[in-house]
């Protein structure tokens, strides 16, 4: 197999470079919500629901899609996944108003539910035990990298140009990762299929289960205030189009620094270890987020803690839940992106439902609440690994 000057073999680059494009779909929504609700006339909570219900289909279709292709062949997998992605993104971009955009949204991001957690699960098949965890943070340093290019870039078009063509370009992306993955993904990945007991397993699993919810809650406290940046910063800072952008691409670097550094130190200092300093540093954003409303730079240095732990805390999940059970990662890390998704659902749901009550403002407050609830679950959960039989 072809490797890389990293060490790692060359078809985990597709599988980070197809997780940026999924990421950077998966975050064009809250990059362009502010044209979106002026070009299609809708308020601002119903335009958030193609987060919601994007991330429903998403949380309830991972674990189920990890059923059903359990025998497919991963390079077909994941390169037909990112095709169906460019296809439903185009006809999103067409789509001729929010009636019809809706359920065009849902049906796209099937690709995110089986694409992201199938990646993951393909890793083990492609490194050994020792290079596990670096090998996973790498394949989740898409995400990052879609903070820092995708999403900023997205919201420029958009303040440019329109929300159809920032569509239009992941779709575009979507094609090419596609037949990159098609070009490089070594045939015969095929990780082993999930049985009913395996299921059962996973599900019984009270380290697992508990560590699972870590990412749920993480998740959820995110994305109350995370779903709704551009209006929150058009409101409070005025921000059109190219400072929305310049806060996302701010917001994205250091999400990218920080995923770099747990994938460099993670198997030194342990994947518990490495969740509960990144769900320290959203903490802290969110005890201090009120300051950020006196300018842009307040705001973008009270960013920095929050953007430096997103991203590579979810990757840390990911390593933590293989290496609990390495046999059930595929369950698992189906389980966990189930639970990534539905917390962004629960915290685009809540946080639109305040908006709506006028309680834009207060927004930081419960994600501040149930990041806090995030740590001592995680630490629980830790507990729960070192006391466990299995371990």
């Not at 429903?56 to 062949?73: E, H, K, R, T, Y």
């Not at 955009?101 to 992201?116: M, S, Y």
């Not at 839940?321 to 629960?346: C, D, F, K, R």
């Not at 927004?363 to 995030?374: D, E, N, R, T």
Request: hydrophobic share 55%.
């Amino acid at each position: 197999m072809s490797t890389s000057q990293t060490g790692l073999p060359r078809a985990l680059w597709t599988l980070m470079v197809g997780n940026f494009v999924i990421g950077t779909g998966v975050m064009v929504v809250p990059g362009t919500l502010n044209d979106i609700s002026h070009s299609l006339g809708v308020s601002i909570p119903q335009a958030g629901q193609l987060i919601t219900a994007a991330a429903i289909l998403m949380g309830l279709g991972a674990p189920l899609f990890a059923s059903l292709v359990a025998g497919w062949d991963r390079r077909r997998l994941l390169a037909a996944s990112l095709v169906w992605y460019g296809v439903l993104t185009a006809a999103c971009a067409l789509a001729p108003n929010y009636a019809a955009l809706l359920p065009l949204r849902v049906l796209a991001v099937i690709a995110p539910a089986v694409f992201t957690p199938q990646a993951a699960a393909s890793v083990g098949l492609l490194v050994g035990p020792a290079q596990r965890g670096r090998a996973i943070t790498f394949v989740f340093l898409g995400w990052s990298v879609a903070s820092v290019m995708g999403m900023p870039l997205s919201a420029w078009i958009s303040g440019e140009l329109g929300w159809r063509w920032a569509f239009g370009l992941v779709a575009l992306m979507a094609f090419a990762s596609g037949a990159w993955v098609w070009r490089e993904m070594p045939d015969g990945i095929k990780p082993a299929a999930l049985s009913r007991e395996a299921w059962g397993r996973t599900v019984g699993s009270a380290p697992l289960m508990t560590a699972v919810g870590v990412t749920l809650l993480s998740a959820f406290g995110q994305f109350t205030l995370f779903s709704y940046f551009a209006p929150y910063f058009a409101q409070t800072l005025g921000a059109g189009g190219a400072m929305l952008s310049l806060m996302f691409l701010w917001f994205g670097v250091f999400g990218l620094a920080g995923n770099v550094a747990v994938t460099r130190f993670i198997d030194r200092i342990g994947a518990p270890n490495a969740v509960l300093i990144t769900l320290g540093t959203m903490v802290l954003s969110l005890l201090l987020w009120p300051l950020g409303r006196h300018g842009f730079w307040a705001q973008a240095f009270v960013l920095i803690p929050w953007a430096l732990g997103c991203f590579s805390c979810n990757s840390a999940q990911q390593a933590r839940l293989v290496h609990i059970s390495p046999e059930l990662a595929s369950a698992t890390v189906a389980l966990n992106t189930s639970a990534m998704y539905g917390g962004q659902a629960l915290g685009a749901a809540l946080g639109g439902v305040m908006i709506a009550q006028g309680r834009m403002l207060d927004l930081h407050q419960v994600g501040l609440v149930v990041l806090l609830a995030a740590m001592a679950v995680s630490v629980w959960a830790a507990r729960l690994h070192t006391g466990s039989p299995s371990k």
